[in-house]
């Protein structure tokens, strides 16, 4: 990018950029801002950048991806941009790609498997996923086209103002109208339809559709017949590995690897990160944004400011003065839906566990382990959350990522991360996370234990993240993995809020680059990416 002129007459702020949080987002955004000659500085409020992309030593002698833990979303082209393999990022991919265990056998999926895979339950379902992976690409390789775009920006004011988003709406809709109508009915049914609804049109054995259903309630607290949840199964689809599209892998060091590259490019260009460095409030005067007061009260001028934090913590409390938002805008923030029902665990193992379904060690224990064997019972396990607070029979992935990094336990030893899906983000009854934390981290590891015995016996170590652990240590309200529900009403133009989706807020100069914007959440960069495009149009006008 051309470097920016600085501004003529202008008392100097002590930076051009403020970042508030220093998760893969807001590395993301300052790198690009940064290659553009402006003058960043990244704040976080913990003791490590990266937010909830952290590797850390959780037992002495075992590392593990703490919170995020696993990769495929990460856009290729921020990878490219970014240069992160030349910053140390190393990622390969699963050998197998998901394993799933059954009372009477076992499903795997992969490359070259997932077909005789299924053909063992059904040989109709094995003969329609050819075209039901055919036509879900076709969607996916359309909505990947707009994961770097910003979204039309509905809003208040004149038709010329307007004029930009008009034009984007209409090469959208162009676009949209270039697919088939197979292809528009499908993308209709997919943003609208439950993933149960979507799938049981498709395919008759329960292996199958759990094993696509998962994907359907991964960091969404619904059912599987929940409508909208076939959209959450789409935006697992997105992503690759290594030039493979829908494939998943692992970051060698674990995903802090992604952000400590992300962390190197940075400092490459300039960036001054700090962490340790909480902010209480953003400066406004005069209607715009100014800089930031740190928690210590020292105060860093700014040009702008921008946030990687969920729209909620940054709009919803004293951050940002209540005055300087509109009441209407207010109330939709304060409406906003967070809350996935994500209980985190990662384990220590003296060994690697032996399932019933397939007791032998190989590649299918390098796959995602899902313990959830049919859409019923994640269903069930939606509503036992719902009414209990946790599920009877929890759904689970497992990953056992030091079957393909040695750099994470010692020789002979694992670790495991356990994402345990339908935990209630409030308890009912008054209850608090706090005092039932242990309980149900028992109630997690005796749920594994029931598909591979002995596995409790295995564990010298372990770490528990309930949904207030995730809020508190990583500001995931509600321990919301996508910082904000990924439902019709919250997507698109709509994230976070009509008429803000374009990475600006309602106070001038204060921008938001994290994951409670266009395309929402996981480990992708897209947000960061985005905004900083929109950042430096404005620097450009004004300038």
Known sequence: MNALPKPAARTAPDTDIVMIGGGHNGLVCAA????????????????VLGGAAVTE??????????????????????????????HGLKVVERKVGNFLPLEDGYLLAGPGLTHDEVAKFSARDAARLGEYEARLETIADTLRQLVLETPPNLREGSLTGALPDLFKALGLGGRLGGLSMTAKRDLLDLFSKSAGDWLDGWFESAPIKALFGFDGIVGNFASPYTPGSAYVLLHHLFGEVNGKKGAWGHAIGGMGAITQAMAACCRERGVVLRTGAAVREVIAEKGRAQGVILES???????????????KLLFGGTMVDDALLPADFRERIAHYRCGSGTFRMNVALTDLPRFTARPEPGDHLTAGIIIAPSLDYMDRAWADARREGWSREPVIEMLIPSTLDDTLAPPGRHVASLFCQHVAPVLPGGRDWDDCREDVADH????????????????IGRQILSPKDLERTFGLIGGDIFHGALSLDQLFSARPVLGHADHRSPVKGLYQCGSGTHPGGGVTGAPGHNAAREILRD?????
């Open 32 to 47: 690009y801002l940064a290659a553009a000659g402006l003058k960043v500085t990244v704040l976080e409020r913990r003791d």
């Open 57 to 86: 030593e959780f037992h002495p002698g075992f590392r593990n991806s703490v919170a995020a833990y696993t990769v495929s979303l990460l856009n290729p082209k921020v990878i490219a941009d970014l240069d992160l393999h030349r």
């Open 297 to 311: 009260g020292e105060t860093i001028r700014a040009r702008a400011v921008v946030s990687n934090l969920n729209p």
């Open 444 to 459: 997690m590891i005796a749920t594994v234990e029931r598909w591979a015995p002995g596995f409790s016996d295995l564990v």
């Open 539 to 543: 620097f450009r006008r004004r300038v």
